[in-house]
Every structure is written in structure tokens, then in C-alpha cells.
């Protein structure tokens, strides 16, 4: 028999990693309209080191990752975060945030309450969480609403805005908990208290929590591309999907191509332009998920600034501040490290908040270090090195009812069989997540042969 013809949409890792498991058993072609591969895994460098544009690391505790390197030689490459620990930037200055923390939600307030996060009064409000009744969610509802229902608006805006904001870019009365955390959800729904419920929860495993490579994530995806060789093609846009007798045309802007399953790894919004002919009961829905634009700022400033213990530090959208967060790079990742500089990289941007979009790079740059002298308590000298990286539309936003969303996209694709979709836009943003929805769409086309 002839091998399976399989088109992968996008180069990004969802594409790539795609695409590897699937070429040794079918014949693939993967288009990418950039002239380059890798989606938002950019690295480049500064001050003649790899630094990233997009995602800084890949979760250590996912196996998958660490077996994907291995196969493609990159085993030796690969280094793990070296420090732990992050602030809250308040109006008391940075605060370290305690161990035990559930993406902001505490299930422990003695360390809460000695880290100086929240007022006498916010943990006064949390502490009634023990004593009143169980209040379970109706439904999908936004994270904010099921945390301040328990423990007040201080512990949200304090600390579940701050880290959730560094995760999703999102706005946490509309991020839905069953999709961003499902178990919180799992033990409001299950528990009558939150802060009892959470200290149930399994201890979290030991070891780093991130991965990189020595020269940057970059060489993960160059190395896949490098295997996939001349079924990767670049500068080529895909603008529909049709159905073809028992298979399907991708037709591009240099002619069309036939497939027995379509793979897409494009965002939501592109999926739906691509779907509208051949699947639009799947292709409303993917119209309707929405991403926050958002963009990062690398700087290396000479010397060696004193910087507060820890990887970094979160800012909530009630501090009005333009940086959502700011890693402490060459502590985070010593392999960066030179003498005689520190390198930071600012967060800017979030669900309702494009301030960075009006202004132009100079200002840009001049705002965050403004900002970061006002966080870090000095003054700051002018960085050597300045690298500003815009995303347009940079993370997914899994609002209340994303979930439902996604079983009608399922649904409308049941009428398209052979049609897939894999990445970070349907059940999980990271890049390891990335990595697991592409190796389950692989596997999903060749049980079709």
C-alpha cells in the first residue's frame, strides 16, 4: 500500500513534533507561512548568548520531553533552572512568595501571612474559608470568582492575578477553572474548604521545574526540522481546507495539495478561516477563542545588579503596572552568566491591557526601566543590550466555557474525519503540553491508515 499522505499546518514545535512522528509511517509535508520554523520558540542572541523570545523553558516533570531530546541528540544539551522562588511586586515593594502556593491559591496561611503579601484584613477574609459552608461551583465558572467566593479578593488580586497573569496573560474573572486549573476546581467541588482541600493534594514532585538547552529552545526545533528535511516548507500560506472524494485538498498560495488527513497547528482564529468551507460547526467555535497580544523585553545591563533571591518576580493588573513579570536570566539559567552583567527579560502585555501596543520601541524600553528601578529599589544604568520581541496575538485565552467550546469544535470535526487539531489554543499553552497534543494527533492519523 501506499503510504499515508499527511499535511502538518505550521512549523511551530505542535507542528514539528507532529510531523517527526509521523514521517518514518507516512508521507508528510508540513507548510509554514513564516520564512522560519519554530512558531513562538525564538531564541536569540545577546550579548552573545541564547536568550528567548517566547517560552523560556520546558516543564522538567513531563517525560515526554526529556525522551524527545534524547532522540534527537540533544540530551547533553540540556540544563535545568537552577533557582526556584518568585516575588510579588506590591505597594510594600517585592514580596517573596511562600512555598505551597497552587498558582497563587494558598492552602497554608501562617506562610502567607509571614511573607506580608496580604493586608491583616485579607487574612482575616481567607481564614473564614474554614469555617463557612461549602460553597461548590455552578458549572464552569472564572477563577476569580470561585477563589474570592473562599478566600476574598485580596488573596485573587494578590496573588492568583500575579501568577496566573505570568502563566495565561488572562484576566482571572474570565479565565475558566476547569480549564486553567481543573483541580481547584476538582476540590471546591469536593471539598468544603479550599484551604483544607489543597493540603490533601499530593506533595509536588522534587527536582528543577524547567528545562532549556544550551543554545536555546531554538536548537529543539531547528533539530526537528533539520531531521524532517525538505518536508518542512517555508514562506508557503495555506488558505483552505477541502473535502476531495475520501480525502482532502490543502489549497496554498502556490497550488494546492492532496492528503488523507489534515494536521492543523495553526492558531485558533486561522484554523477557523481554514475550516470555514469543509468543517463550519468546528470553525465557529475556534473563530470564538480569543489572545491576548503580548511581548517581551531581553536587556543586558552591565555590572552586576542586587537583585532579591529568587528566579524573579509577578505584578498583578491592580498595581497599574505595565511589566506582568521579569526573569532574573543568568540566576534562572547559570549557563548565561558572564562577568561584569546581568540580564533580565520584562513581560509586558495581558487580557485587557495593550498599553505597550502605542508606544514605540525607545518608549517601551524606557517604561519598563523605569519601572524595574521602582521594583528593584536602585537605580539602574543604561542596558548595553536591548532585544524587544512582539507577539500579536502571543497566548490563548481559556475563558468560562472553553471547555464546551471544545466539544463543539470535536463535534463539527466529526463530520471532517481525518481533519486534527493539536496546540497551545485547545488544552494546555506550555510548550511540553504542545509537545503531548502533537504526539497524540500523530498517533490518532496513523490509526486512520
Keep these: 500500500m501506499a503510504p499515508m499522505k499527511v499535511v502538518v499546518l505550521g512549523a511551530g514545535i505542535t507542528g514539528l513534533v507532529a510531523a517527526y512522528r509521523l514521517f518514518p ?153 476547569r480549564s486553567v486549573m481543573p483541580e481547584l476546581e476538582r476540590v471546591a467541588r469536593t471539598s468544603r474548604s479550599l484551604l483544607l482541600g489543597l493540603r490533601r493534594r499530593p506533595p509536588a514532585p522534587g527536582g528543577p521545574f524547567l528545562l532549556s538547552l544550551r543554545g536555546g529552545l531554538g536548537s529543539l526545533t531547528e533539530r526537528l526540522a533539520e531531521r524532517l528535511g525538505d518536508r518542512v516548507r517555508t514562506g508557503l500560506a495555506a488558505t483552505a481546507v477541502r473535502r476531495v472524494g475520501s480525502g482532502w485538498r490543502v489549497v496554498t498560495t502556490k497550488g494546492d495539495l492532496e492528503a488523507d488527513a489534515v494536521v492543523l497547528t495553526v492558531p485558533a482564529p486561522v484554523a477557523a478561516d481554514l475550516l470555514a468551507e469543509a468543517a463550519p460547526a468546528a470553525a465557529r467555535p475556534l473563530g470564538g477563542i480569543r489572545y491576548a497580544a503580548v511581548a517581551t523585553v531581553a536587556l543586558a545591563f552591565p555590572g552586576r545588579l542586587q537583585l532579591p533571591e529568587g528566579s524573579g518576580f509577578l505584578a498583578g493588573p491592580a498595581t497599574g503596572r505595565l511589566i506582568v513579570g521579569a526573569t532574573f536570566l543568568d540566576r534562572k539559567w547559570p549557563h548565561l552568566e558572564r562577568p561584569g552583567r546581568t540580564l533580565l527579560r520584562v513581560a509586558v502585555g495581558r487580557d ?75 488544552r494546555g499553552v506550555g510548550l511540553a503540553s504542545c509537545i503531548l497534543q502533537a504526539e497524540d494527533a500523530a498517533r490518532r492519523v496513523l490509526a486512520l491508515a
Excluded at 537605580?379 to 500579536?392: G, H, I, M, S
Design 25 to 177: 509511517h507516512a508521507q508528510v509535508t508540513v507548510l509554514e507561512r513564516e520564512r522560519r520554523v519554530g512558531g513562538k520558540v525564538l531564541t536569540g542572541a545577546l550579548d552573545g548568548v541564547p536568550v528567548e523570545a517566547g517560552p523560556d523553558g520546558l516543564l522538567a516533570r513531563i517525560p515526554e520531553v526529556r525522551a524527545l531530546c534524547g532522540e534527537l541528540g540533544l540530551g547533553g544539551e540540556v540544563v535545568e533552572q537552577a533557582v526556584t522562588g518568585v516575588h510579588v511586586w506590591t505597594d510594600a515593594g517585592l514580596r517573596r512568595l511562600p512555598q505551597g502556593l497552587f498558582l497563587g491559591v494558598p492552602s497554608r496561611l501562617g506562610s502567607v501571612a509571614a511573607a506580608g503579601v496580604l493586608s491583616p484584613a485579607g487574612l482575616a477574609r481567607a481564614a473564614l474559608d474554614l469555617v463557612l459552608p461549602a460553597t461548590p461551583p455552578e458549572g464552569d465558572e472564572p477563577v476569580a470568582e470561585v477563589v474570592a467566593r473562599r478566600l476574598g479578593a485580596e488573596v485573587v488580586e494578590r496573588l492568583v492575578d500575579p501568577l496566573l497573569g505570568g502563566v495565561y496573560a488572562g484576566d482571572t474573572w474570565r479565565l475558566s477553572t
Design 352 to 426: 485587557g491591557d495593550e498599553r505597550w501596543r502605542a508606544l514605540g520601541e525607545r518608549a517601551l524600553v524606557s517604561a519598563v526601566c523605569r519601572e524595574l528601578q521602582v521594583a528593584l529599589g536602585q537605580p539602574l544604568p543604561r542596558p548595553q543590550w536591548v532585544r524587544v520581541t512582539a507577539w500579536e496575538a502571543g497566548l490563548p485565552q481559556y475563558e468560562v466555557g472553553h471547555q464546551a467550546r471544545l466539544q463543539q469544535i470535536d463535534a463539527g470535526l466529526a463530520a471532517a474525519p481525518g481533519v486534527l487539531l493539536a496546540g497551545a489554543g485547545y
